[in-house]
């Protein structure tokens, strides 16, 4: 098991110094100039300009600008952003605490929905009952976060208003968006719930608990869920991976601070460390969430035995 | 493993998550409103908040209140008078600055104000390596800062440079601590800032919150405030409503009491419910502007900038887009500026006839009947390079539309989506006009736009009988001659049609029924919170 973990941990290293190479490299490719971003409403000269670019190293070759980031960040230094002069540790430190709540909250609304429609839809999987449920999985897997938002928005703050539409400061302010993203997300978790429990029914296995006189739900429950669920937990990994740099939609709509405005920002501003810095953070968290991902599969299932 | 373990065990997970999101929900639930407090919409994210660093006119609406400046200027008699400076002397070769400071008057962490703060502050904003954008230009050519005494000190300049007054006016030069200037790093001075104003700074948090709380000590206010003591309202939250259609949204739900920039639309509807109060604040400084580039074919010829300007109904796209709650913009600079030229306003007013006639004369005409002009067998095109900001692109599209039925030139509209592209395409050059504009009482806020090696010379255009008037114009103690300069570098501006002049700068603020007392500076854009209150 050490041995596992410790060549994940090497995997993990692999893909962030990947993940910053493409970036770093890519970022070059977007429109205008670093330096000049912060200008706006400036009256500085020409020179101010030609300094700003020797601070931030802007006037090194690109490999040299990429070799001093490795070095920095090998120390453990995120940086400055170039933008607003704010240490990068700083900026998106202030930004994971809202994030993680939307992310927590959102993937508890879609574990929750997702188990209950999927398992529904897999035991009345021939009914009618099934069938209206897995249109509906593959309706919330359709639509875009920003379509049912705008309809959640104007049912429950506009016309019911019992919720707020925007902001930040309680549950209350949690609950549209963490639903908006719950559902969405929750239909994937509902696919795989489904396609899973479908196929463990016709397992040998199932048959042999049938056959010793279980009934169906009673042999699906003791029996069928836990190897039926082994893909759900990938996806459930997999999506709060994502959630962690990807919520910049909800977070819009909804006005909510959080890393995903924070990168959008540093994008159009071309603030490279900034976009660094959130870059390392979702690796970081989609690759340990992976980890644990695989951890969990051997605590779920114990056929499963995880070897160096 | 036992009996439904599985299950079991996603059931503590599940658990777990629920009790992680009731105690993140929680901590944000404690942050109760107390009762005199005031959210107040702002519109951008700045890029960063030290204003002695950095340059957005945003910052200021906040610090301005956090920070006490030398000098205030009235708005109405446009006399420079007492701040934190009681009076000062100008030498009359306008090189030698004496200021008096105010004895009684202390930071929010509790050190005392004097001339040594004052020098050290200056000192932060000229050092080269600190790379302000805009407090050292504001400051110009200053060659020394010299503590006479413990409440005396002297600026010396290098050569004259009148707007020195106005600069030490503005919040980028506010005097901050001392103290806490060297107990925080520059990176990190920007979330705890410490000045003399009557707020203190709480808290800054990146694209969300900058929260200000009252200063109880504060009694030294300047005259141009009518309250000079302690605020009457505790705490002022800052909110960041990137999207202007959230803007009248958050106003009318009351998730905000004070909103900037609404659009002029949602401003026309929320004045018509009458549940909001409109405080319109003209912006001193350029219009909404075009920058003609006198470099690129076909706006190099003078013929074809001039018709542009007398194909354009800028009432009309005045009364569409701004729902004529901006005065029409005639000049390069706005009427509120100071030094503005009333003679520019005869200059190119709405002529379809007289602007074809123009064009016709440059020789470009539509020689194939498809109804474009040519120019080499193609159609002749306009391009307009557009930020995403101020409405810009909506007048963009009448400006096509006008412009292609008033001259029948195609117009290709190309929008950016941030400054650094914007000044990339600048860069470029493969534009025939593009839109910029700033914000400044006084008019050297042209300099960089039209002196030959300026850094936003984006007209391309070169004129050295210009750049001495704009230098000189800088240097002129005497206001009437510095008047008449101006005059001359307004129309001359206009009569080589660099810019395409559209509206003035107007800034739509709403405000809850319950708030009283918003007013802003002499610059406009910053507000004098401390007269700030909130009836019952």
């Keep these: 098991m050490a041995r596992f973990i410790l060549r994940r941990l090497l995997g993990i290293f692999l893909s962030i110094f990947l993940a910053i190479t493409l970036s770093f490299l890519s970022l070059h490719l977007v429109q205008g100039d670093s330096a000049e971003a912060a200008l706006f409403q400036s009256v500085a000269s020409d020179d101010v300009l030609e300094r700003r670019r020797e601070t931030l190293g802007l006037d090194l070759p690109i490999l040299i600008q990429y070799g001093r980031y490795l070095h920095q960040l090998s120390g453990g230094d995120l940086g400055v952003s170039w933008f607003g002069g704010q240490p990068v540790a700083l900026l998106i430190g202030q930004q994971v605490g809202p994030t993680l709540s939307l992310v927590l909250s959102s993937m508890f609304v879609a574990v929750v929905l997702g188990l209950g429609w999927g398992i529904l839809s897999a035991t009345k999987s021939s009914s009618w009952i099934g069938h209206t449920s897995r249109v509906l999985i593959g309706a919330s897997l359709a639509l875009p976060v920003i379509f049912t938002g705008v309809v959640l928005v ?12 925007t902001g930040q400061g309680g549950l209350k302010h949690l609950v549209l968006p963490a639903l908006v993203v719950g559902l969405s997300i929750g239909g994937g978790i509902a696919r795989a719930v489904d396609a899973g429990i479908r196929e463990v029914l016709g397992e040998p296995f199932m048959r042999t608990a049938l056959a010793k006189g279980l009934s169906r739900s009673r042999a699906l429950y003791r029996h ?24 910049v939609i909800t977070e819009s709509l909804f006005a909510r601070q959080g890393i995903g405005r924070v990168l959008v920002t540093a994008v159009l501003n071309k603030d490279v460390p900034v976009v660094l810095g959130v870059v390392v953070l979702s690796v970081v968290s989609y690759s340990v969430l992976n980890l644990l991902a695989d951890i969990a599969h051997t605590w779920l299932d114990p056929r499963i035995h995880i070897t160096a | 493993m036992a009996r439904n373990q599985c299950l079991s065990r996603l059931t503590i997970l599940l658990v777990v998550i629920c009790l992680i999101i009731s105690v993140v929900g929680c901590k944000s639930l404690t942050q109760k409103t107390e009762p005199a407090e005031i959210v107040y ?16 006119s945003e910052l200021g609406i906040p610090l301005r209140s956090v920070y006490d400046t030398l000098v205030y200027q009235d708005l109405e008699t446009r006399e420079f008078v007492p701040g934190l400076a009681e009076s000062w002397d100008v030498s009359p070769d306008g090189l030698t600055y004496t200021f008096k400071l105010r004895q009684d008057v202390t930071f929010h962490d509790g050190t005392a104000f004097n001339a040594e703060a004052v020098r050290v502050n200056l000192e932060r904003i000229l050092d080269p390596a600190a ?67 009557p707020y203190r700074f709480v808290e800054y948090i990146v694209n969300d919150r900058l929260v200000l709380e009252r200063n109880v000590d504060y009694n030294w206010g300047p005259s141009v405030v009518v309250n000079p003591g302690v605020p009457k309202v505790d705490r002022i939250v800052f909110r960041f409503f990137t999207d202007p259609a959230s803007r009248a949204l958050a106003l009318q739900s009351g998730d905000a009491q004070i909103m900037g920039e609404l659009l002029p639309t949602d401003a026309r509807y929320l004045s018509d419910e009458e549940a909001v109060q409109l405080v319109s604040v003209g912006i001193p400084g350029q219009p909404l502007q075009f920058l003609f580039n006198t470099a690129q074919m076909p706006t190099s010829s003078l013929e074809v900038r001039q018709a542009l300007l007398l194909a354009t109904d800028r009432q009309a796209i005045v009364q569409s887009v701004f729902q004529g709650y901006s005065p029409v913009a005639y000049g390069p600079l706005s009427s509120t500026t100071l030094y503005y030229t009333p003679s520019v306003e005869g200059y190119y007013a709405y002529n379809p006839v007289q602007a074809d006639a123009l064009f016709n004369s440059t020789g470009w005409i539509d020689s194939d009947d498809d109804g474009w002009r040519d120019d080499l067998g193609a159609p002749l095109e306009i391009v307009l390079v557009v930020p995403p900001w101020g409405l810009a692109p909506e007048v963009a599209q009448l400006l096509e539309s006008q412009w292609e039925s008033v001259l029948k030139v195609q117009v290709q509209i190309k929008q950016v989506a941030s400054f650094p592209m914007l000044s990339d395409e600048a860069n470029k050059g493969e534009y025939n006009a593009i839109s910029l504009n700033f914000a400044g009482l006084d008019p050297t806020v042209l300099n960089s736009f039209f002196l030959s090696d300026g850094m936003r010379n984006w007209s391309r255009y070169t004129d050295p009988e210009l750049d001495d008037w704009l230098l000189a114009a800088q240097a002129e103690m005497d206001p009437g001659l510095r008047a008449g300069l101006y005059r001359l570098i307004q129309e001359r501006i206009m009569e080589q049609a660099l810019v395409l002049p559209v509206r003035e700068y107007v800034n739509l603020n709403g405000v809850q029924p319950e708030v009283h007392g918003l007013h802003f500076d002499i610059q406009g854009w910053y507000p004098y919170l401390v007269d700030l209150e909130l009836s019952p």
């Design chain 1, 154 to 165: 104007w049912v429950f703050s506009v016309m019911l208003g019992w919720l707020p539409a």
């Design chain 1, 224 to 247: 069928g869920l836990r190897v039926g669920l082994l893909p759900v937990v990938d996806v459930i990994a997999l999506e709060t991976g994502y959630l962690v740099g990807g919520t």
């Design chain 2, 131 to 197: 790379n302000s954008l805009k407090a050292a230009q504001l400051l110009g050519p200053v060659q020394e800062v010299r503590v006479d005494s413990e409440y005396s000190m002297t600026i010396v300049l290098s050569k004259p440079f009148v707007p020195l007054l106005d600069g030490l006016s503005q919040p980028y030069i506010g005097m901050a601590s001392p103290a806490a200037l060297s107990e925080y790093d520059v990176e990190i001075y920007q979330f705890h800032q410490v000045g003399t104003g």
């Design chain 2, 41 to 56: 919409g702002l519109t951008l994210i700045p890029s960063g908040i030290d204003p002695h660093i950095h340059a957005s």
